[in-house]
């Protein structure tokens, strides 16, 4: 029997699923050991092993493949303890990097600071070199220029160096003569360049990303060489695979030159895995929310592809690889409400967070969360949070709302902890909203799709408030992340600048730079195993109308591009831009540019068949724990209603709204205006009773095509 | 009828939710890189009255005329206001800010009653008149700056009226402004759909009342923040430095702010008479100039809605340069928001240390206009990236760096270098902060910066428009001053040209090099008390150099 594994590392828990040839799944959750997360990756491994009652070494060698999620990189940045890093530039330009272009994003705060630099400025150094507009050097980058950086590099014991020329994208021959030269200088630092990284136009955006990815490099490199000899040392001898920002996941060799590429690797695979269940229910959009402790994070799925986008930050640093396009907003259990000086009742963004978390947990929290609202409105059950190894104290939050808000606001506690649960619902609504309306897309189109944790409980408000007709809570929600590792494909992304308008590209050298991606694609993707006949192009071009300041990134048919026909590109721009924006300048026949040209390159893996039916329907009466008094938001009353143990077989059952239905891992809240179909999976299919009078069916042919 | 309080919190962030969108979508279908790159433009919606709902002020000098030109609309259109109406405006003698400024209002209506209002107003790349991109420096009559666009219909009931189009548009060089306002129409039409679909959501009745309830919370939260001033008169003043006409001219401002209890009003009467160039302000570009100074000393939390505004008044008498009078040339109006913002600043500095700032670095900018080899077309391009310098330094905080004026506050963008080089023919030899160039303190001002340019092309253009070349930004408290902000041309044949601060030179030939300073702002407190540390950081990333450490700072390694 073979496995595969996913392992997805955040701050608190290492997730592990596990799934056989024939679909025999072991989920697990052990605490992460953030001074070497390798030690709980490991461990984990050895549980597994455990829990299955097989010998360590048995198990291992019937894994062939583990796909891998780290949050190493995106810890680095969001703690600023990445390699001490210094930067080579173009004489003239030392201060991009800092100055970001010049913004405040708070543009009333005189308090508010600009980011910590990546790259201080004492450790940018500049080189008396140049490259015009065009391409044509202008001043000859020479070598011995490096010298006297190099001597300072050491001195100040810089782990990892970061080279950034002016237009690059148009001619990177200096770039590739002072990379050479310093890896030949400066044996057992990271160096890598503009070129390698992002090669294509924009100095700030490509600057800023080189510089990410040096200062993360050196901390990635080693976590990885650190996994490795573990995984030698156990006798691993299946496949490891790490899991990009982009949604695809590399062998760990691609990622070490390109360590950037991992930044948002965790939350990365929640789509990818909402791709699979949307399939599954006959949708190709949807919409995966994941509501944790301190954020929520949305994220789209259009037409079965998650939706990247290069305009990603993180903690304000400005990366313009192709990520998946994830918004994070501050809502989550530990969400703080508060009264601000007009009185108005608000929910976060500041967070209780884990430590000391909400009131409930009687963990030290004295400000009220919307954990403690959920406990008083009924949807969490003090017993029974986290399958009950958390006892939650409801007198106390009670006493805190009743304090700190109800009486300040004139309002019953009940009225108080409802309106807590409809401003943070109403806050993530818009969240949505902005995610999809922004690119484009009319929300109530698509299917939600809810991850683990707080936000089943939520959904029912929040798809109302969005006129979303149905949600899933998938059997897997708890270790989502995890399991989305598995379903993923090997994806590599190219970029080349190619600044021209249309009428003037040339048809030879235009097929010569795609042709050259594809070659590096298929090279790469050769090396990582896969076979030639499962290999996927996916061509993008940023175009605009000529005159426009941002591009738009067009997906076209690779056809249409062997072909050179431009007539059907333009055709789809129009048709694109109008969607997008409201209007296209078809029939003013305006003319188009290409600034960038893309080629994502997709490796296509056999996917896990982790759908093991769960058995039929169980007699519901059977699955009923309780029955407990939980606010219902469409009748603003509180009202006795039903609460099932989700964790037992339900494969079929129809649950009727309003119910609770509890897990271990989760709680799922089903209010008055829906049902719930439990599928043969263990998934929770929600559905609004006035979109679906006659309930809602999965239909199996669906089903089998997804999984077969 | 009852106010459900949860509601009220609601509204305000759909109301947010809705100008952030119709921002969006601006920022994404604007061509000219003043919209699209330096978001020079505000998105607004507004109630049935022109109360503002809500803004999104990406450059907040524009945005607090939206409002009453909302209510000059509603004054001439009374009930010829139909569902599918656009109106177009710009004249600053009907309530606009700037000419350059348009602005695009469409109504909202729930069954056949008007609800609403959705605006965006953008700075045009150009508005018509004597001089291409709009600020003409010789100018002492509006007509020589602008076409005039008092509220009229571009559209009405859904028809184009093509004839009014027309009209406008033959009055403007670029076609990019067409579809920039078409760009504008568009951010219109997304809000308005929104509103709709809001007010019907929620029944008329419901809409209003929470609306008023929203704008009286807001209101409470604004007057909480005056109550917190102490009680009294305060008064200060600043200079303005030539009018584009006479060398050597200038003229003070003067600003009397009396706070009483939770009321606050501030009065310029005391001010010069208008000037007889274009260094005007008028009515609306004053006010949203106070209003933006006063929000960076109150609590950023604070919605953006009509209770914002209510409390704070305004004396602002016309005739004076801060409301000149009908014909006069006003396009440098909004630029006289640093020295407005100053005099703002040393007034209530006795009253409330803590929450003002030392001087901002003053706007010093350049226009370029000409012909680009490579594509064979006109471009106009605002030199975004030279002119930003830094922000006054605060108790308890250095300034910002390189963040530009504070009518902007860090809401304008540098142009990227390498887009710039591709739009423009010319070539960016550097752009870097300038050493010494924020005003010591125990505080430091933010960084100024050097910028140089290689012109290229030939027959280039440059407007110059500004101020800061002659008086320091001040320090607070024992803080230093900075530096002054300087243009400078140095031709191939070695001659140089330094520009006065509203000037326009014509036939710059090739391969002439520009060169600008823009200062870096003021310091607070003694700069003896700074700690050591942080000089020592500077002096290590250079950016203070080791002789003003020792002399200044005290500090010597």
Same mark, same amino acid.
């Given at each position: 029997?073979?496995?595969?594994?996913?392992?997805?590392?955040?701050?608190?828990?290492?997730?592990?699923?596990?799934?056989?040839?024939?679909?025999?799944?072991?989920?697990?959750?052990?605490?992460?050991?953030?001074?070497?997360?390798?030690?709980?990756?490991?461990?984990?491994?050895?549980?597994?092993?455990?829990?299955?009652?097989?010998?360590?070494?048995?198990?291992?060698?019937?894994?062939?493949?583990?796909?891998?999620?780290?949050?190493?990189?995106?810890?680095?940045?969001?703690?600023?303890?990445?390699?001490?890093?210094?930067?080579?530039?173009?004489?003239?330009?030392?201060?991009?990097?800092?100055?970001?272009?010049?913004?405040?994003?708070?543009?009333?705060?005189?308090?508010?600071?600009?980011?910590?630099?990546?790259?201080?400025?004492?450790?940018?150094?500049?080189?008396?070199?140049?490259?015009?507009?065009?391409?044509?050097?202008?001043?000859?980058?020479?070598?011995?220029?490096?010298?006297?950086?190099?001597?300072?590099?050491?001195?100040?014991?810089?782990?990892?160096?970061?080279?950034?020329?002016?237009?690059?994208?148009?001619?990177?021959?200096?770039?590739?003569?002072?990379?050479?030269?310093?890896?030949?200088?400066?044996?057992?630092?990271?160096?890598?360049?503009?070129?390698?990284?992002?090669?294509?136009?924009?100095?700030?955006?490509?600057?800023?990303?080189?510089?990410?990815?040096?200062?993360?490099?050196?901390?990635?490199?080693?976590?990885?060489?650190?996994?490795?000899?573990?995984?030698?040392?156990?006798?691993?001898?299946?496949?490891?695979?790490?899991?990009?920002?982009?949604?695809?996941?590399?062998?760990?060799?691609?990622?070490?030159?390109?360590?950037?590429?991992?930044?948002?690797?965790?939350?990365?695979?929640?789509?990818?895995?909402?791709?699979?269940?949307?399939?599954?229910?006959?949708?190709?959009?949807?919409?995966?929310?994941?509501?944790?402790?301190?954020?929520?994070?949305?994220?789209?799925?259009?037409?079965?592809?998650?939706?990247?986008?290069?305009?990603?930050?993180?903690?304000?640093?400005?990366?313009?690889?192709?990520?998946?396009?994830?918004?994070?907003?501050?809502?989550?259990?530990?969400?703080?409400?508060?009264?601000?000086?007009?009185?108005?009742?608000?929910?976060?963004?500041?967070?209780?967070?884990?430590?000391?978390?909400?009131?409930?947990?009687?963990?030290?929290?004295?400000?009220?969360?919307?954990?403690?609202?959920?406990?008083?409105?009924?949807?969490?059950?003090?017993?029974?949070?986290?399958?009950?190894?958390?006892?939650?104290?409801?007198?106390?939050?009670?006493?805190?709302?009743?304090?700190?808000?109800?009486?300040?606001?004139?309002?019953?506690?009940?009225?108080?902890?409802?309106?807590?649960?409809?401003?943070?619902?109403?806050?993530?609504?818009?969240?949505?909203?902005?995610?999809?309306?922004?690119?484009?897309?009319?929300?109530?189109?698509?299917?939600?799709?809810?991850?683990?944790?707080?936000?089943?409980?939520?959904?029912?408000?929040?798809?109302?408030?969005?006129?979303?007709?149905?949600?899933?809570?998938?059997?897997?929600?708890?270790?989502?992340?995890?399991?989305?590792?598995?379903?993923?494909?090997?994806?590599?992304?190219?970029?080349?600048?190619?600044?021209?308008?249309?009428?003037?590209?040339?048809?030879?050298?235009?097929?010569?730079?795609?042709?050259?991606?594809?070659?590096?694609?298929?090279?790469?993707?050769?090396?990582?195993?896969?076979?030639?006949?499962?290999?996927?192009?996916?061509?993008?071009?940023?175009?605009?109308?000529?005159?426009?300041?941002?591009?738009?990134?067009?997906?076209?048919?690779?056809?249409?591009?062997?072909?050179?026909?431009?007539?059907?590109?333009?055709?789809?721009?129009?048709?694109?831009?109008?969607?997008?924006?409201?209007?296209?300048?078809?029939?003013?026949?305006?003319?188009?540019?290409?600034?960038?040209?893309?080629?994502?390159?997709?490796?296509?893996?056999?996917?896990?068949?982790?759908?093991?039916?769960?058995?039929?329907?169980?007699?519901?009466?059977?699955?009923?724990?309780?029955?407990?008094?939980?606010?219902?938001?469409?009748?603003?009353?509180?009202?006795?209603?039903?609460?099932?143990?989700?964790?037992?077989?339900?494969?079929?059952?129809?649950?009727?709204?309003?119910?609770?239905?509890?897990?271990?891992?989760?709680?799922?809240?089903?209010?008055?205006?829906?049902?719930?179909?439990?599928?043969?999976?263990?998934?929770?299919?929600?559905?609004?009773?006035?979109?679906?009078?006659?309930?809602?069916?999965?239909?199996?042919?669906?089903?089998?095509?997804?999984?077969? | 009828?009852?106010?459900?309080?949860?509601?009220?919190?609601?509204?305000?962030?759909?109301?947010?939710?809705?100008?952030?969108?119709?921002?969006?979508?601006?920022?994404?279908?604007?061509?000219?890189?003043?919209?699209?790159?330096?978001?020079?433009?505000?998105?607004?919606?507004?109630?049935?009255?022109?109360?503002?709902?809500?803004?999104?002020?990406?450059?907040?000098?524009?945005?607090?005329?939206?409002?009453?030109?909302?209510?000059?609309?509603?004054?001439?259109?009374?009930?010829?206001?139909?569902?599918?109406?656009?109106?177009?405006?710009?004249?600053?003698?009907?309530?606009?800010?700037?000419?350059?400024?348009?602005?695009?209002?469409?109504?909202?209506?729930?069954?056949?009653?008007?609800?609403?209002?959705?605006?965006?107003?953008?700075?045009?790349?150009? &508005?018509?008149?004597?001089?291409?991109?709009?600020?003409?420096?010789?100018?002492?009559?509006?007509?020589?700056?602008?076409?005039?666009?008092?509220?009229?219909?571009?559209?009405?009931?859904?028809?184009?009226?093509?004839?009014?189009?027309?009209?406008?548009?033959?009055?403007?060089?670029?076609?990019?402004?067409?579809?920039?306002?078409?760009?504008?129409?568009?951010?219109?039409?997304?809000?308005?759909?929104?509103?709709?679909?809001?007010?019907?959501?929620?029944?008329?009745?419901?809409?209003?009342?929470?609306?008023?309830?929203?704008?009286?919370?807001?209101?409470?939260?604004?007057?909480?923040?005056?109550?917190? &001033?102490?009680?009294?008169?305060?008064?200060?003043?600043?200079?303005?430095?030539?009018?584009?006409?006479?060398?050597?001219?200038?003229?003070?401002?003067?600003?009397?702010?009396?706070?009483?209890?939770?009321?606050?009003?501030?009065?310029?009467?005391?001010?010069?008479?208008?000037?007889?160039?274009?260094?005007?302000?008028?009515?609306?570009?004053?006010?949203?100039?106070?209003?933006?100074?006063?929000?960076?000393?109150?609590?950023?939390?604070?919605?953006?809605?009509?209770?914002?505004?209510?409390?704070?008044?305004?004396?602002?008498?016309?005739?004076?340069?801060?409301?000149?009078?009908?014909?006069?040339?006003?396009?440098?109006?909004?630029?006289?928001?640093?020295?407005?913002?100053?005099?703002?600043?040393?007034?209530?500095?006795?009253?409330?240390?803590?929450?003002?700032?030392?001087?901002?670095?003053?706007?010093?900018?350049?226009?370029?206009?000409?012909?680009?080899?490579?594509?064979?077309?006109?471009?106009?391009?605002?030199?975004?990236?030279?002119?930003?310098?830094?922000?006054?330094?605060?108790?308890?905080?250095?300034?910002?760096?390189?963040?530009?004026? &504070?009518?902007?506050?860090?809401?304008?963008?540098?142009?990227?270098?390498?887009?710039?080089?591709?739009?423009?023919?010319?070539? &960016?030899?550097?752009?870097?902060?300038?050493?010494?160039?924020?005003?010591?303190?125990?505080?430091?001002?933010?960084?100024?910066?050097?910028?140089?340019?290689?012109?290229?092309?030939?027959?280039?253009?440059?407007?110059?428009?500004?101020?800061?070349?002659?008086?320091?930004?001040?320090?607070?408290?024992?803080?230093?001053?900075?530096?002054?902000?300087?243009?400078?041309?140095?031709?191939?044949?070695?001659?140089?040209?330094?520009?006065?601060?509203?000037?326009?030179?014509?036939?710059?030939?090739?391969?002439?090099?520009?060169?600008?300073?823009?200062?870096?702002?003021?310091?607070?407190?003694?700069?003896?008390?700074?700690?050591?540390?942080?000089?020592?950081?500077?002096?290590?990333?250079?950016?203070?150099?080791?002789?003003?450490?020792?002399?200044?700072?005290?500090?010597?390694?």
């Amino acid at each position: 029997m073979k496995f595969k594994v996913g392992i997805d590392i955040g701050g608190t828990f290492t997730d592990i699923i596990t799934i056989s040839e024939t679909g025999d799944t072991t989920v697990h959750k052990t605490l992460s050991t953030p001074q070497d997360s390798s030690i709980g990756f490991i461990n984990g491994l050895r549980e597994v092993a455990e829990m299955r009652s097989t010998n360590f070494e048995q198990f291992l060698s019937s894994i062939d493949t583990i796909v891998h999620g780290t949050t190493v990189a995106t810890n680095a940045l969001l703690t600023l303890k990445g390699a001490k890093t210094a930067l080579i530039t173009t004489k003239g330009f030392r201060d991009a990097l800092e100055m970001r272009r010049g913004i405040r994003e708070e543009q009333f705060n005189n308090h508010y600071k600009n980011v910590t630099p990546l790259v201080p400025r004492y450790l940018r150094f500049i080189v008396d070199e140049r490259i015009s507009a065009e391409g044509k050097v202008v001043k000859k980058f020479k070598e011995k220029e490096l010298l006297p950086i190099i001597k300072k590099i050491q001195e100040e014991k810089v782990e990892s160096v970061c080279i950034c020329f002016m237009n690059s994208f148009k001619n990177n021959s200096h770039e590739k003569q002072a990379v050479k030269f310093l890896r030949k200088n400066l044996k057992g630092i990271f160096v890598t360049a503009s070129f390698e990284v992002l090669p294509s136009i924009r100095f700030y955006e490509r600057v800023s990303t080189t510089a990410v990815s040096a200062f993360v490099g050196p901390i990635v490199a080693n976590y990885f060489d650190n996994l490795i000899k573990k995984l030698d040392d156990i006798k691993f001898k299946g496949t490891l695979l790490i899991m990009q920002s982009n949604g695809g996941v590399v062998t760990p060799d691609v990622v070490k030159k390109n360590p950037a590429v991992t930044v948002l690797s965790g939350p990365a695979a929640a789509p990818t895995a909402g791709a699979f269940y949307s399939a599954l229910l006959g949708y190709k959009n949807c919409i995966t929310v994941d509501m944790g402790g301190t954020s929520f994070d949305a994220a789209l799925v259009i037409d079965n592809q998650c939706v990247t986008s290069t305009e990603g930050s993180i903690n304000r640093y400005r990366i313009a690889l192709p990520s998946l396009d994830i918004i994070t907003i501050g809502a989550g259990g530990g969400s703080i409400g508060w009264i601000d000086n007009g009185g108005l009742l608000r929910m976060g963004p500041q967070s209780a967070g884990a430590m000391p978390g909400p009131v409930c947990y009687e963990r030290g929290g004295t400000v009220p969360a919307c954990t403690d609202a959920d406990l008083i409105l009924g949807y969490l059950n003090p017993d029974f949070f986290a399958g009950g190894k958390l006892k939650l104290n409801k007198a106390k939050a009670e006493n805190t709302i009743k304090t700190v808000l109800a009486d300040k606001l004139g309002l019953s506690v009940l009225e108080t902890v409802a309106g807590m649960y409809r401003i943070i619902n109403s806050n993530m609504a818009q969240g949505v909203r902005e995610i999809s309306v922004e690119r484009g897309y009319d929300p109530r189109e698509f299917l939600f799709i809810v991850a683990g944790g707080a936000g089943s409980i939520h959904s029912s408000e929040i798809c109302k408030e969005l006129e979303i007709p149905m949600f899933v809570v998938p059997n897997v929600s708890s270790i989502f992340c995890a399991a989305g590792m598995l379903l993923g494909d090997l994806k590599h992304d190219y970029i080349r600048s190619y600044f021209s308008s249309f009428t003037k590209i040339d048809k030879k050298h235009f097929l010569k730079v795609f042709n050259e991606m594809k070659e590096e694609g298929i090279n790469t993707l050769l090396h990582e195993g896969v076979k030639e006949k499962d290999i996927e192009l996916y061509p993008t071009l940023d175009m605009r109308y000529v005159g426009q300041y941002h591009e738009v990134p067009l997906q076209v048919e690779w056809n249409d591009i062997l072909n050179f026909n431009l007539e059907s590109v333009f055709e789809v721009f129009h048709k694109e831009h109008n969607r997008q924006f409201g209007y296209s300048l078809k029939e003013e026949q305006t003319e188009m540019e290409l600034i960038n040209i893309r080629l994502r390159m997709i490796g296509k893996m056999e996917k896990p068949k982790f759908l093991s039916s769960k058995g039929e329907a169980h007699n519901l009466e059977k699955a009923l724990k309780e029955k407990r008094k939980a606010y219902i938001p469409e009748l603003n009353v509180m009202q006795e209603i039903p609460v099932y143990d989700g964790d037992m077989p339900l494969g079929g059952a129809v649950i009727k709204g309003p119910a609770v239905i509890e897990k271990i891992t989760t709680s799922v809240f089903v209010s008055n205006d829906y049902d719930c179909l439990v599928d043969e999976f263990g998934s929770f299919v929600v559905y609004n009773k006035s979109v679906y009078p006659d309930g809602f069916k999965v239909e199996k042919k669906k089903i089998i095509e997804v999984v077969d | 009828m009852k106010i459900d309080k949860i509601l009220v919190s609601i509204f305000q962030r759909a109301f947010k939710s809705i100008t952030d969108e119709m921002s969006i979508s601006l920022t994404k279908t604007t061509r000219s890189p003043i919209l699209c790159e330096a978001k020079d433009f505000v998105t607004g919606l507004y109630d049935a009255k022109g109360q503002m709902l809500e803004q999104t002020e990406n450059l907040p000098i524009l945005s607090f005329s939206l409002g009453p030109v909302c209510r000059v609309i509603l004054e001439q259109y009374g009930s010829d206001i139909y569902p599918g109406d656009v109106i177009i405006h710009n004249d600053v003698f009907s309530m606009g800010n700037q000419n350059n400024d348009v602005a695009i209002f469409k109504p909202t209506f729930h069954n056949n009653v008007l609800v609403g209002w959705s605006a965006a107003k953008g700075h045009q790349a150009d &508005i018509g008149g004597a001089v291409q991109g709009g600020y003409n420096p010789n100018a002492t009559e509006v007509w020589q700056e602008a076409i005039r666009i008092p509220a009229v219909k571009l559209y009405e009931k859904g028809k184009l009226r093509k004839d009014v189009w027309n009209l406008i548009f033959a009055n403007i060089r670029l076609q990019m402004v067409q579809e920039d306002i078409k760009a504008q129409i568009g951010a219109c039409t997304l809000g308005e759909r929104r509103l709709e679909a809001f007010v019907a959501k929620y029944g008329l009745e419901i809409f209003e009342s929470h609306k008023q309830a929203l704008f009286d919370s807001t209101e409470k939260m604004m007057r909480a923040e005056i109550k917190a &001033i102490p009680n009294g008169v305060y008064t200060g003043g600043s200079m303005v430095y030539f009018d584009g006409k006479h060398k050597g001219s200038k003229f003070p401002i003067r600003t009397k702010i009396t706070v009483e209890n939770d009321n606050i009003t501030f009065d310029f009467s005391k001010s010069s008479p208008q000037t007889k160039g274009f260094v005007n302000g008028i009515y609306t570009s004053t006010c949203s100039a106070i209003t933006l100074t006063f929000l960076q000393m109150v609590n950023p939390n604070i919605p953006h809605n009509e209770g914002m505004i209510k409390p704070l008044k305004y004396i602002v008498p016309e005739g004076t340069i801060l409301n000149a009078s009908y014909p006069a040339a006003t396009t440098f109006g909004n630029h006289l928001c640093p020295q407005i913002a100053d005099s703002i600043f040393k007034a209530l500095g006795p009253a409330v240390p803590e929450r003002i700032t030392a001087g901002w670095n003053h706007l010093l900018c350049s226009l370029f206009t000409g012909n680009h080899p490579r594509t064979g077309k006109k471009y106009v391009d605002i030199c975004f990236l030279g002119l930003k310098g830094g922000s006054g330094a605060l108790k308890g905080d250095d300034g910002y760096d390189h963040i530009g004026m &504070i009518d902007a506050s860090g809401g304008v963008l540098d142009q990227d270098y390498e887009m710039y080089e591709q739009q423009t023919p010319h070539q &960016i030899i550097q752009h870097e902060y300038l050493c010494d160039s924020g005003g010591a303190g125990e505080w430091r001002g933010g960084l100024g910066t050097e910028t140089k340019i290689l012109l290229k092309g030939g027959d280039t253009t440059m407007v110059v428009f500004g101020d800061g070349d002659v008086e320091p930004n001040y320090g607070l408290f024992g803080g230093k001053g900075s530096m002054l902000n300087k243009i400078e041309l140095k031709y191939k044949n070695g001659k140089k040209l330094i520009p006065m601060s509203k000037d326009m030179i014509h036939g710059i030939p090739d391969n002439t090099l520009y060169y600008q300073v823009a200062g870096g702002g003021g310091g607070y407190g003694n700069p003896k008390k700074r700690d050591k540390e942080k000089v020592l950081w500077d002096v290590k990333n250079e950016v203070v150099s080791k002789k003003v450490a020792q002399k200044i700072y005290g500090v010597k390694k």
